[in-house]
């Protein structure tokens, strides 16, 4: 049985597994689907889509931040 605190195993995965590189990210906000209703940000699909490289590398930034 495995006597490590649930806690330290976790903490060891989130380590391991690198923040998703621009492609990753770029990849998907074009499988994002679009013509359906926006989420609780109100931010439809399409504009994020259609924002551009500068707008996908701001998003990729943000989510290397939180990682």
């Given at each position: 049985m495995n006597a490590?605190?649930?806690?330290?195993?976790?903490?060891?995965?989130i380590e391991a597994v690198p923040p998703p590189t621009y492609?990753?990210?770029n990849?998907?906000?074009e499988?994002?689907?679009?013509h359906i209703a926006a989420g609780p940000e109100n931010i439809?699909?399409?504009?994020?889509k259609q924002g551009g490289?500068?707008?996908?590398r701001r998003i990729h930034k943000?989510?290397?931040k939180i990682w």
């Open positions: 490590r605190p649930k806690e330290l195993v976790f903490e060891n995965i492609y990753e990210v990849r998907v906000i499988k994002l689907k679009t439809p699909a399409e504009l994020i490289i500068e707008l996908k943000l989510i290397t």
